[in-house]
Nanobody, 125 residues
Framework: QVQLVESGGGLVQAGGSLRLSCTAS????????MGWFRQAPGKEREFVAA????????YYADSVKGRFTISRDNAKNTVYLQLASLNPEYTAVYYC??????????????????WGQGTQVTVSS
């Protein structure tokens, strides 16, 4: 497994932006597809975005398309999630995850075997 540490969460007003970062260590970063998930209070964890090993392919939940952008810097072992046009519905703990799988659908949480501790994003109205 790879160790993941998220940062960049915080309190932001509706309409604002944040950039989340997730830095990996312990394994070769480029061997992993990377994803972001979130869990809002009282709700199940849900897929947000994912990116292929090279960064050439990205995937988004319908609810965040056009608002969030996932990217990665393999030289820095870091994946990013740029959040824009935020609204209170996006308040959640955001988790970074790493997937070694080549076969399991990238949007499925069972594809991921390493998870970060999460970073809180709170959007005020």
């Amino acid at each position: 497994q790879v160790q993941l540490v998220e940062s960049g969460g915080g309190l932001v007003q509706a309409g604002g932006s944040l950039r989340l970062s997730c830095t990996a260590s312990g394994r070769t970063f480029i061997n992993y597809r990377m994803g972001w998930f979130r869990q809002a209070p009282g709700k199940e964890r849900e897929f947000v975005a994912a990116i292929s090993r090279s960064g050439g392919s990205t995937y988004y939940a319908d609810s965040v398309k056009g608002r969030f952008t996932i990217s990665r810097d393999n030289a820095k072992n870091t994946v990013y999630l740029q959040l824009a046009s935020l609204n209170p519905e996006y308040t959640a703990v955001y988790y970074c995850a790493a997937s070694p799988s080549y076969y399991i659908r990238i949007t499925a949480d069972r594809a991921y075997d390493s998870w970060g501790q999460g970073t809180q994003v709170t959007v005020s109205s």
